[in-house]
């Protein structure tokens, strides 16, 4: 590095780091006690200083030494609107989230196709979201399972902003879909072209060119998820009030149908999930290979080119095979099913669902505001299952070029996934160790907002996790309410499940308890007996499934997890969104 570009790195780091800060160019003079012309000399690169006045600059603006006179670890350059990597930024911002309540997920995830949603939440296409952004999110990591937090304030306020749209513009959401289909689009036909394109025989060059191109369309695509996770998680409570003070002056449906049932019956979504539409075809394929059973092995084929990717999450991507599909379709054919009569139900559960809603729609005389947040919440259902059907895409693809980046650095992909994709396109300049990785694997926390990201490990992460989760005592707690999402009420042995790795430790009548599920949870709804979650809401992955299997449902409690643990016995009366234990579990001692 010439004496030029040393001094220039020098000075776009504290331009930085003084920003970070909130410092003006006066602000940091007054503390180095230097005139504010100094500073913008430092700042343009036009002064040489001594190693004695950085450390001054280092000090004042709260880092280190280092940090200003090196390029940061992994920092992105050559993408215009990337998000840089920004040593420091947690700590730096600490007062800005310090206090904040959170909305808490757990899923399988890793930080590389983690931060394909924080990224596009927060900086992608923000100036032409209708203020519909993010503005921060952490998440934590430990061992392929997440910890993601978003700001309830920001939640609040996107789904207050939609609202606000959605009385200018009475088909707000049918709109936002539409000016969003082209990046569907591009987004599956980028998908295609990785399918056809033999990364072997790319240059390092052109493969993180790919690779960075699939970004930008994943990050496009993906920008309209904060419009769809402020809306379906800042609204819930406000349908069930408005309905509830609706049903409550309504003899009509109020004398025929409790409240829940009221409520699912309006919130039950018109639309298939691509889950069930991917097991109605394959019913339709068990008919056909008992019409044509020589070409089994080419039809089977042909349903597993469309459904390959249908066990993939923010972690893992899992290329189903022909022989997988085989042995589903043995499972089904030899339990006795009636298949014909299963499709049918399938088929006609959208109309029937749209029948019943419109029978109560029209009894009970819902106000045009109320009746404009059910649209919503139809059209955003749909929208957040056709994003979950492109996360299992972009883990597939996005896994076929980090196998072909982790073959040429030496690293196995499954630890590339520990890294940010903006410091994957940096990995043949600057390959981390296998160390750096697996401490990330092991304990770690990604942070983004409008100025950066940054991933840390070590002994700091735990005490940030505790600071946002709180410490509250529930062992007193006997019952907790949440969402009604599916009617119905049942007993089981409680079975916490904080891993689709965790589903085979759900047994026939268990009652499946999760922060929330997620399209590979599926083997375990089938045969849980109940599902209560801490988090989602009506347009949630559980809700939409507990529906369509017809068993009781209760969400967004909040604490579930936190309070029960495995083997409790409890009653789940979704009728009425109330957990209750019956019988508590003996205390292990890894609890």
């Not at 993408?79 to 040593?87: K, L, W």
């Not at 160390?435 to 304990?443: M, N, S």
């Not at 308890?513 to 709804?525: E, L, S």
Request: glycine share 6%; net charge negative; with cysteine.
């Amino acid at each position: 590095m010439t004496l030029h570009d040393s001094n220039k790195t020098i000075a776009e780091n504290i331009r930085k780091y003084r920003e970070l800060k909130g410092f003006s160019q006066g602000d940091l003079a007054a503390t180095l006690h230097v005139d504010r012309s100094y500073v913008s000399t430092l700042e343009s690169g036009t002064r040489n200083p001594s190693v004695r006045t950085l450390d001054k600059v280092a000090k004042s603006l709260g880092t280190s030494l280092v940090s200003l006179v090196e390029t940061p670890r992994f920092e992105h350059k050559g993408i215009s609107d990337a998000i840089p990597y920004v040593s420091g930024l947690i700590e730096m911002k600490r007062k800005e989230w310090s206090g904040k309540e959170w909305y808490h997920q757990r899923f399988d995830g890793s930080p590389y196709l983690i931060h394909m949603i924080g990224e596009a939440e927060i900086v992608t296409r923000r100036d032409k979201k209708y203020g519909l952004s993010f503005n921060r999110h952490f998440c934590f990591f430990e061992d392929g399972k997440a910890d993601w937090y978003i700001d309830v304030a920001e939640i609040d306020r996107i789904s207050a902003e939609i609202l606000k749209l959605s009385h200018r513009h009475g088909d707000i959401s049918k709109r936002l879909i539409e000016e969003y289909r082209p990046f569907e689009s591009a987004f599956y036909e980028n998908c295609e072209r990785i399918r056809a394109t033999n990364l072997h025989s790319l240059s390092n060059r052109d493969l993180i060119l790919l690779h960075d191109e699939y970004l930008q369309t994943i990050l496009t695509r993906n920008s309209s998820s904060s419009m769809i996770d402020g809306f379906a998680l800042g609204t819930d409570r406000m349908l069930e009030e408005r309905i509830k003070h609706t049903y409550e002056s309504c003899p009509d449906a109020s004398g025929t149908l409790s409240f829940s049932e009221t409520f699912s019956i309006l919130t039950t979504p018109d639309h298939s999930s691509f889950i069930r539409e991917a097991e109605l075809g394959l019913f339709r394929l068990i008919l056909a290979l008992r019409k044509r059973g020589d070409d089994r092995r080419k039809l089977i084929r042909e349903y597993r080119d469309r459904y390959f990717w249908i066990r993939n999450n923010y972690i893992d991507s899992n290329e189903l095979s022909v022989a997988y599909f085989e042995e589903e379709v043995a499972r089904i054919d030899s339990s006795g099913l009636d298949i014909e009569a299963e499709i049918a139900r399938i088929e006609n559960l959208p109309a029937e669902n749209r029948k019943m809603k419109n029978a109560l729609l029209v009894k009970l005389g819902l106000d045009e505001a109320t009746r404009a947040l059910l649209s919503i919440t139809e059209d955003f259902t749909a929208w957040q299952d056709d994003r979950k059907k492109a996360t299992m895409y972009t883990a597939y693809y996005c896994t076929l070029m980090l196998d072909e980046i982790a073959r040429r650095v030496g690293l196995s992909a499954d630890l590339l996934k520990y890294m940010s994709p903006r410091e994957v396109s940096r990995i043949f300049l600057d390959t981390p160790t296998i160390d750096v990785l697996e401490k990330r694997r092991t304990h770690s926390v990604a942070y983004w907002d409008e100025d950066g990201h940054e991933i840390l490990s070590g002994d700091t992460v735990t005490e940030l996790h505790k600071e946002l989760q709180g410490n509250k005592d529930m062992e007193d707690v006997k019952d907790f309410r949440g969402l009604t999402a599916s009617l119905g009420s049942a007993q089981g042995r409680v079975r916490i499940i904080r891993s689709v790795k965790e589903i085979g430790r759900v047994k026939q009548g268990d009652v499946l308890v999760a922060v929330m599920t997620r399209p590979d949870y599926v083997p375990a709804m089938r045969i849980a007996v109940a599902i209560v979650t801490d988090e989602g809401g009506i347009t949630s992955h559980a809700a939409i499934v507990a529906r369509e299997l017809k068993i009781p449902c209760v969400i967004g409690t909040k604490i579930a997890t936190r309070i029960l643990r495995d083997g409790d016995l409890v009653q789940v009366n979704a009728n009425h969104g109330v957990v209750r234990i019956l019988e508590r579990a003996p205390i292990t001692k890894t609890e």
